[in-house]
Every structure is written in C-alpha cells, then in structure tokens.
C-alpha cells in the first residue's frame, strides 16, 4: 500500500461529527400547549446551556412576550398561546444581549451586577461591557 491509499482507509475510519462543528450551540424550546397555556417543558436546559440564572432568564423571556407566567418543577408555564417560532426568537434576542461577547463573539461571558447596572464580563478576551 502507498501513503495515498492508507491516508483514504484511515479517513474512511473516522466518524463523522455530528452537529454544526461550533463549541457553543443555541437551545431550541420545547413547548406544550394546555388550554390558554404555553409550557417550556426544558427551561432548565435552556438554562444551563446559556449558563445564565432562571431567574433572569425568565423576567427577560416574561417581560419580551408581554404576558404573566411561573416556574415549576424546571418548566416554565405562560399565560398565552406561542409558538415555538416566537419563543425561539426570544431566546436568540436574549443570547444576542446577554451571552455573547460583543467584542470577540463568543458566548464564554458571565453576567455581573454591579449595583443597579448587569455587566458582561467576558472570560475569553476579557472584555467588559454595560447590558442593559
């Protein structure tokens, strides 16, 4: 066998990546629909993912559907019907603002409140910027 034909076999033994390839990939929501009610069944891995707090998460998310809802047992119950299109747009605003790094572009960020201001404070290039 020459280099050519052992470099093909070798390749040829690889698994393929699954995913897009990037680090850091966005959470989709997984709603259910009860009445008048929309459920984010994953909040806690939407969470997690954003490494972010529920509690901001939800006062964002709350606040940008205009409406009332409560966290319960890592699902998060709003009054309103939404699709999985609006939600979704919803967090991408909210990782556009709260979790990637506006000089850098990556989402390697914590979110610091200082007083009355939330900082995001960049751990890769160690950008700091005011977030509003």
């Given at each position: 066998m020459d280099y050519e034909q052992m470099l093909q076999r070798a390749l040829a033994q690889v698994p393929q990546r699954e995913g897009s390839g990037e680090r850091f990939e966005l959470p989709k929501a997984f709603l259910e629909k009860a009445?008048?009610?929309?459920i984010l069944v994953n909040l806690d891995e939407i969470c997690q993912a954003l490494r972010r707090e529920q509690d901001h998460f939800i006062k964002f998310?709350?606040?940008e559907l205009a409406t009332k809802?409560?966290?319960t047992g890592?699902?998060?119950f709003v009054l309103g019907v939404f699709s999985s299109e609006q939600i979704n747009r919803k967090?991408?605003?909210?990782?556009?603002t709260y979790v990637i790094c506006p000089e850098?572009?990556?989402p390697d960020t914590k979110l610091l409140r200082e007083e009355k201001v939330y900082f995001l404070k960049c751990e890769a290039c160690g950008a700091r910027?005011?977030?509003v």
């Open positions: 009445g008048r009610r929309t998310l709350l606040k809802g409560e966290a890592g699902r998060l967090i991408e605003l909210y990782v556009k850098c572009g990556r910027h005011p977030v």
